[in-house]
């Protein structure tokens, strides 16, 4: 089936899910509280924070003294767990659903994107007449029907590419719209979601604060870099973590933890003043574990591991208004779980408004953070997760990993001895339900990756003004190189013929008539390249007669070299129109001349639907 029959199905499930009145499917004013009662909710996601990463946790080489209030304000959530890496932590809270039920398998080339048919929080939220805002790294999806403003999120303000290259003054999009960032990344989000919160008036918000440190490349401004950059580390209790540790990796990830810190400090403060604090609920927690060896509780396993230190995540949840100050919640709980908990408290029947064939795998524990209730059925539960053909199963007291190995984390966080002889019985249990939820997954999560067919990108959607193609989605042929093997952010040069192309595997999802701009950079000797742009049988040709001398930009700020690409201020030029039908067929970019060494340097392709009212 193709991806435009696909997305349309999908949406039509969708639809009819959400509309038919029956009883699975109530109208949104029914299925939410009295709006005067309703809380707001911010929802606060860090990148490559470890459990570890904060002094709430025991860690004497920091302090997150706003952080650290939230949970003695509110609730510590103390056995939380996301996944081993970004994008599946994001679709599992956006979703409530396990990653594999929804089509993501990695974390780029548009696996990275959870169905269309899927509903998130946001939409939840936004049909039970909620503002609703997300600002940061998205990580689900760059084009509609994946795009954030897509998936029930009003405003957008960020990036959606799983890394970023430079943090200071980025190149980012509002909306869908090409925009430059002001001053550093975490701040600039910050004050964004402030200022929304400002202008919410009277009616309830959701916001949802992806922030995208402390995630390479280690930027973070002057100030707190200092406190760190002589620091002397106290040292992880497992031994792997000690003797792996890159000290000065270690200090600027730190000290990019403090500045969260702060900005969730100035986010608390802003809540106080605009007298919303104590009708606003706020979440913190994290999408894997660290982004290398350091301080971690002595918990085995780093991002990317599917142990304890690459699952288990922060998690304080602070509501004066339900929850009393210093609960703990003991019980295992995950990412999938947020869905629920948010709902209940805001009086949203989460349950009746799932999409048919697509449960939610979560539960609410917002029992557990009001009242302290303990339920049996919490403990007996079942937690599973996933990455690079690892599979594991936790329970309050095991975790056991699809090798056979059986781990008692109640005992032991470390998992380093190995149990499954002295309790058999648990092995076999576990690995009987492991192989269940394993058989329930999307059959892709189970294929090698060089066996994965790619999906187009979607393109010409009837609801999308705007339509982003970046150089890390396309392939190409002849010289063209690609400025980094991590593709979020890079660009192609070497583009130095007329024999090479690059190309897009698009689907067109609807029709009408685009403006092309392309971002580029090209010295003053290569300027005359002529170009030509074909989508079947429209073309539009350029030349490029402006030079765009962009020195490097990211690198310079960097505290530890990076294994990112550099990046260079891009500027836009106008290819022309195109005629857009619907259907799958590559985009193709090529060049007719070229008289000096090369054509430029692309970074993107912006198509901008002209018929748009």
Known sequence: MSIALSVRFQLMLCFLALTVCSPLCLPAQRLAADESTRPNVVVILSDDQGWGDLSLHGNPNLSTPNIDSLAKQGAHVDNFYVCAVCSPTRAEFLTGRYHGRSGVYSTSAGGERFDAAEQTIAQVFQKAGYQTACYGKWHSGMQWPYHPNARGFQDYYGFCSGHWGNYYDPMLEHNGKIVQGEGFIIDDLTNHAMEFISNSGDKPFFVYLPLNTPHSPMQVPQAYWDRFKNKELVPDAAKANRKAQKTPHARAALAMCENIDDNVGRLMKHLEATGKDRETIVVYFSDNGPNGARFNGGMRGRKGSTNEGGLRSPCVIRYPDKIKPGTKVATISAAIDLLPTLADFAGIDWKASQVKDRPVDGVSFANQLSDNDRSDEARERILFSNWNNKFTARTQRYRYHHTGTLYDIEAERGEMTDVADQHPEVAKKLDAALQQWKSSLSPIVNLPRNNIKPRPFPIAHPDALWTQLPARDATYTGTITRSNRFPNCSYLFNWSDTEAEIRWDVEALGSGRYEVQMYYACPEPDVGAKIELRYGDSKTTAT??????????????????????????????????????????????????????????????????????
């Open 544 to 613: 490029i007669r402006k030079p765009v001398e962009s020195p490097f930009i990211g690198a310079v700020n960097d505290r530890v070299p990076r294994s990112e690409g550099d990046v260079r201020r891009w500027q836009a030029m106008d290819l022309g129109e195109l005629k857009i039908t619907p259907g799958r067929q590559p985009l193709i970019l090529k060049a007719t001349k070229v008289p000096g060494k090369q054509v430029a340097e692309l970074r993107l392709l912006m198509l901008k639907k002209i018929d748009a009212q």
